[in-house]
């Protein structure tokens, strides 16, 4: 069974779907010196769903400049049916090197 941990702002999905219903992945984002954010990508279902499902996402890695603040921002932008699109973005001094994003979906 999966089970969604939020600690201090930050959650966790520790396991996988291992429901014939939902879906799961990840998605890293790595670039040293230069900050890849802002990202925006668009993940495809391996089979489409029958409706739009629900999309879970949480942080689960960041890389960060360690003399800045460390702030950043996931956005859930739309749900299809058969993909969903995420974007990620640094704030303002945020100077992100790294960000691992877990995700989950079902009906």
Not at 58 to 80: E, G
Request: glycine content about 4%.
């Amino acid at each position: 069974m999966d089970a969604l941990l939020i600690v201090a702002g930050i959650c966790c999905c520790i396991g996988c779907a291992t429901s014939a219903m939902c879906q799961s992945g990840e998605l890293e984002f790595f670039s040293y010196p230069e900050s890849p954010f802002p990202q925006q990508r668009t993940i495809k279902f391996k089979r489409p769903f029958n409706d739009r499902p629900v999309v879970m996402y949480c942080m689960r890695m960041i890389d960060s400049h360690y003399n800045l603040n460390t702030r950043a921002n996931i956005r859930l932008l739309w749900v299809r049916p058969e993909r969903f699109s995420l974007r990620i973005t640094a704030a303002h001094d945020s100077q992100l090197y790294g960000l691992g994003v877990s995700w989950m979906a079902c009906p």
